[in-house]
């Protein structure tokens, strides 16, 4: 048999990116184009976005590898709407697309623009040494990022990103989404599946043995300001995020991976995030790295059949970061 080739995250992706487009007016979204010819999609800065832009966007970040899904369940009485997330090439679709991975600025001082990219874009114009681990590279004429920001990127940043990902300026598109936004919260959520398998990386799992995985996580509540909608979006997965990883390796090997990869694994965990990260003097670096996974795990070895549980889902953790004291 033939090994398959790598697909191209960014091709794969542009239907995708039309397609948000071409709905922009029906999705509450803004399209505009910088004077070099970058498209612009505001979802959430000047417009309402709402949830089915952000499942979209969710969608693009994940290179066209993966799907996100909204569904309700009773499971969670108070926060019934999840979104469900899967791909069958996760390891591409998460780590080498939607992963917020690519340092982003332009300017210095107080009116410096800073943003973390992910989506597919990453895989060709991000210096990531990530890259050189998963050893993949894209080859597109088109390119795509999500930026998790509420300002408008300067043109000489998408000229810059333009150039490193050796495309035209016209045929990038810079998606905008603000935590505090429906469609920012929405995406950032759907990350369920992708925070865990940079977990996985972080314990030094190898990912060859990654074969497939879904995930889920409830659709939190924005919050008014940055502080409490990124907190509520961590803690939407931290707190009720659960995933199911199949993997080829020993059992003792699974077994470890279901007992080290939940969040209540870390000694930072059991406090809404926003008060973590006020305590560490808004520092990301301060936190233990080990925190970011899903509450709860489940690990399936292909090879032998089993599978193996880790972790717990902690509702009233989750009702207080989400405003029910």
């Known amino acids: 048999m033939t090994a398959p080739s790598h697909p191209s995250v960014n091709r794969l992706t542009a239907p995708l990116v039309e397609d948000l487009i071409r709905r922009a ?5 803004a399209v505009s184009r910088l004077s070099n010819g970058t498209v612009v999609v505001d979802a959430g800065q000047r417009v309402p976005g709402g949830l089915e832009a952000g499942r979209l966007i969710g ?8 799907r996100v899904h909204l569904h309700a369940t009773v499971a969670s009485p108070n926060w019934s709407w999840h979104l469900d997330v899967h791909s069958s090439n996760p390891v591409l679709s998460c780590l080498a697309s939607q992963y917020a991975g690519w340092s ?20 060709l114009g991000s210096r990531e040494p990530l890259f050189e681990e998963l050893g993949y590279r894209d080859s597109a004429d088109v390119a795509t990022l999500v930026l998790e920001v509420d300002a408008a990127p300067p043109v ?3 000229d810059r990103i333009a150039e490193m990902c050796r495309v035209d300026p016209a045929n990038l598109t810079l998606i905008l989404t603000p935590t505090s936004s429906l469609a920012g919260s929405v995406q950032v959520v759907s990350r369920v599946l992708e925070v865990a398998l940079h977990k996985v990386h972080t314990l030094h799992f190898p990912l060859d043995q990654v074969i497939d995985g879904a995930a889920s996580a409830p659709v939190c509540p924005p919050g008014r300001d940055f502080l409490t909608a990124m907190g509520r979006t961590n803690d939407a997965i931290l707190f009720a995020g659960q995933v199911h990883l199949f993997v080829r390796c020993e059992d003792d090997a699974a077994a470890e991976l279901a007992s080290k990869l939940p969040a209540s694994a870390s000694k930072d965990y059991g406090r ?3 008060e973590v990260f006020k305590e560490v003097g808004y520092d990301f670096y301060r936190i233990d790295p080990l925190l970011f996974s899903p509450a709860r795990v489940t690990v399936t070895n292909l090879d032998s059949g089993r599978t193996f ?15 029910i004291a």
């Open 156 to 158: 000489e940043l998408a």
């Open 272 to 274: 809404p995030f926003a």
């Open 59 to 66: 969608e693009i970040c994940m290179g066209g590898l993966g």
């Open 25 to 29: 007016d029906a999705l509450r979204l």
């Open 104 to 123: 982003l600025a332009h300017g210095e001082g107080k009116g410096a623009f800073q943003a973390m990219g992910s989506g597919p874009g990453r895989a």
């Open 309 to 323: 549980f880790g972790g717990r889902i902690d509702l009233a953790l989750l009702d207080k970061s989400f405003g």
